[in-house]
Structure formats: C-alpha cells, structure tokens
C-alpha cells in the first residue's frame, strides 16, 4: 500500500525566505506527483504536476523536483509571501487506477 | 469554463440520519472521484466513477455508497451517520480514467452529524 509523508508537519517562516517541502512516498511505482495548496476550509488547487519521467517542473516562484527511485519530491517556494500562507499536500498516483494517494500535509504561515 | 461544483457547501446532520452530496463535473469530464478529509486520517479515497460506472473504491465501509448520471454529474451517499463522518468531502473530476489526465478539485461540502 502506497504511504505518503510530508516533513514538517508545520513550518513557520519570515516573509522572504526561500524554503523547501519535503514529500516521501513508498511505492517508487507511480505515474505522477502533483502539489496541490489548501487554503483553510477550502478545496484544492493544482500547483505542480510531474509525470514520472520528468525530474522537475517549474512555476513562477515555485519548483518541484522527483526523485522516483528514492521515493522523495520537494517543493521550493523561493521569496516566500504571506499569501502563500496554507497547506501544502503532495499527492502521488499509480500506473493502474486513477486515485490519489495524499501525504499528510505541511501547514506553512508566513510571517509579515 | 465552469470547475467543479460541489452542493451543498455545507450540512448539518445527526447521528443515524442520512446524506446526500451532489458534484457536477467540468463540462465533458467523464470521470469522477470523492475522497473524505479528516483532521485525524487526512485526504482519503472513496470511490471514482467512470461512464456510470464505479471502477474504484476505497477502503470504507458499505454505509458509503456513490452513483453516476448519464450527464457525468454524481451522488455520494452516507447513510445511517456517525460522529466520524463529519468531515469535509471533496470530489474531482478528469476528462476520462487513467493517472494520464489531471484531476481538479471541487470546493467540498462540510458535512457535520451532531
């Protein structure tokens, strides 16, 4: 059964600063990896998505890098701002079927 | 393009009652899956459905079940509720089956059973 965990749990950072979130998942078999950003209460919005083959993907201030054999992707928010202030959740999917398996989330505050 | 749309937003219940959750896809998505969030479990999968069909289902019990319309649109239904139901329900859609197509995600319904 595929397990997904995100280190930390919670960060809190000044508003500027670079920083990095960090996903695992055990199952090195899948097809894709997608960050999502959850606003409190709110559902989900797609920030990146990587298919296996690919190492990394790149948007605005952020970029996401797969590891697959290691079973590790990290998502880097360069000059970090207070609405990026959420939850980030990692989110990887199988070669069969077409379900999610989500990690356990990073809750980022970014301070003014 | 319309996204997803997910009713009611929100949904007060008690224990033993029933629910019922609407989701309307994107246009032309044919594809749609729900999944459960709780503080405790965090996001899981309860079941997709593909053309009417369920193709997937997740590990809960049979008290939830799910159906498809022929306009894609689906049902989610939880009966005979308990406390651990309350939740926030999110559902997704995508254009056809497979991890080849990106999902989006609906705002949810906030179900809470008192």
């Known amino acids: 059964k595929q397990e997904v965990t995100q280190i930390p749990a919670a960060l809190s950072v000044p508003e500027g600063e670079n920083l990095v979130l960090n996903c695992s998942f055990t199952d090195s078999a899948i097809y894709n990896l997608q960050w999502f950003r959850q606003d409190p209460g709110k559902g989900l919005t797609s920030l990146l998505l990587?298919?296996?083959?690919?190492r990394e993907q790149t948007s605005g201030r952020l970029n996401a890098s797969l590891d697959k054999s290691s079973g590790r992707s990290t998502l880097y928010i360069a000059a970090s701002q207070p609405g990026d202030s959420a939850t980030y959740l990692c989110?990887?999917?199988?070669?069969?079927?077409?379900?999610?398996?989500f990690g356990t989330g990073t809750s980022l505050t970014v301070i003014p | 393009k319309a996204g997803v749309t997910q009713t009611p937003r929100y949904l007060i219940k008690t224990r033993g009652q029933q629910v019922t959750l609407s989701c309307s896809p994107i246009?032309?998505?044919?594809?749609v899956s729900w999944y459960q969030q709780t503080p405790g479990q965090g996001l899981q999968f309860l079941f997709e459905y593909f053309s009417e069909t369920q193709r997937n289902k997740g590990n809960f019990p049979g008290r939830f079940s799910g159906r498809q319309f022929s306009n894609s649109r689906s049902e989610m239904n939880v009966s005979t509720l308990e406390l651990g139901d309350s939740a926030l329900y999110l559902c997704?859609?995508?254009?056809?089956?497979?991890?080849?197509?990106?999902?989006?995600f609906g705002p949810g319904t906030r179900l809470t059973v008192l």
């Open positions: 997704a859609s995508s254009l056809a089956g497979g991890p080849l197509n990106e999902q989006f």
């Open positions: 989110a990887v999917r199988l070669a069969t079927g077409n379900q999610f398996y």
């Open positions: 246009s032309g998505h044919r594809s």
């Open positions: 990587i298919q296996s083959s690919q």
